[in-house]
Structure formats: structure tokens, C-alpha cells
């Protein structure tokens, strides 16, 4: 009798930018971006058939692309697919579909030309539990110094519909006239200020969020849907992106919370988005990173954020009491659903975007585990590094929180053991791959992925950057969140 095989599916917007123009005081002219799939399997065994990852990509024309499938599939192998030669196209725009017959995880990764540096571009791959039913939501959203880049991909099996629906955060709705059709697994990608051009008194410039909605052309049932975003500044090297969410917890939790924090001055801000047609109260607490006790709430303990229905709230981390030069962690509260992303900015040329992340669920033999796709440690001078950090969102301390770095080929390089003491509720532990050891002193460096484990709920991040030493920027970067493994 034969046996079918399990497959898990993923989904990326490919928003791919090419000749992307830029304005430098040293120089003018275009930066020449390249995408990646970044992955990782982080099974710990092979499956009796064999393991494999299969990617179709789906041009936003309608072209369907298959590639051939990467095999075997090792456990713990990590890998990067390079797009533009996969292709021969390097300005494809459109979507992928990332299959495996194993719980992968993903990243999407984008990088500008060397010699012309730009902060890159990471956001984590879409599985089926952060798939929008009907509704997705992206709280920040803008047109003016930076022109959000949006991609919405339909992950349904049919033909869709969608409505598009800006809103102010007092609530007031900008209404997209048309209701652009998708084809399965394709992916709609239009900037805000082309999207805006059709849409009558549209505010300019624009700072506000966005509720994509989506429905089977048919019948007209919700439809599945996945949305991310992408800016690049216009006149500088600055860039980002986020992935959107279902908008459907009243409780995120944010690994990052800073203000002036460092030599740099990073300071965080947050985007809280109404997911509902009614008010919504909301609070911020903010947690030590050494102890996890509390250390303030926005606006007060008594006090809450009036969301309007469908309204956004911006946090700045200096304006809701945070003292100066602290970094910690915090969670969202809110009296009714939401979605939330943020941004790190620091004096020295540093701008990030990351996600509001939702406790995650067990594995069969009780520990949590989160993975990193793309972990890499250059030695040299302006390499490429990654700070990878981890918090616990239990209610008790946690006894167990390992971080394990794993070799392309799924090979262990160095596992480090960051609850030597238990790790109290809401305290953050940091680690890389060089103060982990796991970098020969023979060696260039570290590249391959990291999976932590835990017996209490975590939630993690991974910083990457680089220095880059031009005027005005000293470091670029970006965050990506860590993908939820369930064993």
C-alpha cells in the first residue's frame, strides 16, 4: 500500500524591484535589487519517502512558472533560492507557492546592488495559521517620503474578488473604486500613491492602514488572502517591509520596545490597527528585559487608547514613558481585535519593521520551538550579521530556552543554553552566532539557521545588519520575526 505524503504549503508575495532610481549625495542613478527565498527544514528526521521543496512561482500577469525540486532534503538543511536565476527574469513580479513534505520555514529576503547599499528587505513566509479568512490587515501603510509597495497574493483555490479600503486613523475611509479580480495563488502589487491616483480627495501624503477584503467571485463566501508591504525611501538607502496579518488577537506581543536606546538612539514606534467596526480600548505594558517586571503602561494603568472603529493608534517609544536608553520588551492589549506592526529608528541611518507576534501553540511533547531561516556572521569588516533575540511569554519562568545553530547542510555547529538561570515571564535573552561559539577562529564567518527551544511560550526576532560607514549611514538593517515550529 502506498503512503501520501503530508504537504505543507507557503506562500510568498514576490515584490521584486529592479532599477530601483535613487538620489545620494555622493551619487545618483539605480540600485540593482536581488530576491531570495531563504529556508529551513527543522525536522529532526527524514521521512520514509524522502523529503523535497517544490516552488511555483505565479506572475502577476497570470504565468504560472514551476522550478525543479530541491532534493533529498536534510534535517536541519538550510538554504537560499536565488530568484532572478532561477527565473532568467530579474523583473519578475508575482507570487510563489512554496511546497515541502516537511513543516518548513521561510523567509523572503532582498537585497540591493553592494556597491550601492540599501537596507535590506526580510519578511517571514506565510503558512496556514496566519492566512487571512475574508479580511487582512496592514497597519501602516503611506505615500510621501516613502510610497508603501503593497502585494496581496490569494491563496484560494478560486477566482476572488477584492475590496481595498484606506483609512485615516481617526477612521475615515478612502474607498478603492474598482474591485480587482485574482486568479488562484495570484498576487495583486501596486504602490499607494498608483492606488491613489483613482480614489477621489485621497489625503497626500498619505500615513494611515489599510483592510483588504476578499471574496470568492462565485459564491461570494470569504476567500482566503495573504498581504505584505515594502517601502524604500525615495531619496535615501533606507528600506523595509512587514508581513500584514488576520487581524484577529487582542493580545500582541512585541519583542522590541526602545527609546534612544544605545549610542544610535534606536527608538521604536507601533502601529495598533482597529480590526472592527466598533471602538476598541487598548493598553501598552512594558516589561524589563533582565527581570520581565513591569516597568510602565501606556497611557496608564487606568487609563486606555480610544481606537475608533477602524482607527490606528501611533505608540512612540520616548512619548508613552519608556525611560531614556532602556531596551524592552512589550505587549498590546485591547478590548476588541486588532493588528499591530512597528519600526525601529535610529540616528545613524537604521530603520526596521517587524510584526506584533501571537503566542504560539505546543508541540506533541510540550516544548515551543521558534525557527530562523537565514542566520548569517561575516567576520570581516562590514560583513553581513545577525543578533537573533527571544522572549518568554509564559506565565511561568522558563528552565529550558536553547538556542541550537545548524550548517547549511543541517550540520551542528554550536548550541548555547541562555536560561543557565530560569528566564522570568516577559525577560528577553539575546545571542549571535559569534558569542555563541559558533564560529571557528579559522573561519569567515557563520551561514545557516537557528531553531530555540523552550518549555514555556516564546516569541522571537532576528536583527540583520551590517556597517556601512557613508555619510549619513552607519548601519543598515532590517528585522524578521521567527517562524513558529510545531514538532
Known sequence: MSKRLLIFFLFLILILLVNVSTAHPAQAGTSIWKSTIAYFNP???VSPQGDEISVVYYKASGEMIPSAAIKPLQPYQSGVILIGSVLSDES?????????????????????????????????????????????FLPTVQSGAFDTRIGIQNVDNNQVRLTLKFYTPDGTPYLFPTNP????????????????????????????????????????????????????????????AYEGSPGVNNEWFMISAMCKFGTSEQTTRYYI?????????????????????????????????QLPAWGRATVDG????????????????SSGPIAVAGKTISRD????????????????????????PYVVYEVRDQGERT???????GSNPANILQISYYGRDGSLIQQENLAANPVPRFAKRSSNPSAAGAIDEWAAGFLGAALVESDQPIVGMARVQRTV???????????????VFIK
Not at 536608553?325 to 512589550?330: E, I, M, Y
Not at 507576534?357 to 516544548?367: E, N
Open 181 to 240: 479580480i485574482l486568479q488562484p495563488q495570484r498576487s495583486l502589487i501596486k504602490s499607494v500613491s498608483e492606488l491613489a491616483s483613482s480614489i477621489p480627495n485621497f489625503p497626500k501624503p498619505f500615513d494611515g492602514s489599510l483592510v483588504i477584503e476578499s471574496k470568492v467571485v462565485a459564491t461570494n463566501a470569504d476567500a482566503r488572502l495573504v498581504a505584505a508591504v515594502q517601502d524604500i525611501q525615495a531619496s535615501g538607502r533606507k528600506a523595509y
Open 273 to 305: 490597527q482597529n480590526t472592527q467596526g466598533a471602538p476598541a480600548n487598548v493598553q501598552v505594558s512594558f516589561y524589563d528585559s533582565g527581570t520581565g517586571s513591569l516597568v510602565v503602561v501606556y497611557p496608564g494603568e487606568t487609563e486606555y487608547i
Open 92 to 136: 519578475f513580479q508575482g507570487s510563489a507557492v512554496v511546497s515541502a513534505t516537511v513543516p518548513l520555514l521561510t523567509l523572503y529576503r532582498q537585497v540591493s546592488d553592494v556597491d550601492d547599499p540599501h537596507s535590506p528587505i526580510l519578511y517571514t513566509g506565510f503558512d496556514s495559521r496566519n492566512v487571512g479568512l475574508g479580511k487582512f
Open 43 to 45: 525536522m529532526d528526521i
Open 349 to 372: 541611518g537604521l530603520m526596521t519593521a517587524f510584526n506584533g507576534q501571537a503566542a504560539p501553540q505546543p508541540g506533541s511533547d510540550g516544548r515551543y520551538r521558534v525557527g530562523f
Open 469 to 483: 560607514g557613508l555619510s549619513g549611514y552607519n548601519v543598515l538593517g532590517e528585522d524578521y520575526l521567527g517562524a
Open 318 to 333: 520616548c512619548e508613552s514613558g519608556i525611560p531614556s536608553g532602556r531596551s524592552l520588551a512589550a505587549v498590546i492589549r
Open 387 to 393: 543578533f537573533l533575540s527571544v522572549v518568554n511569554i
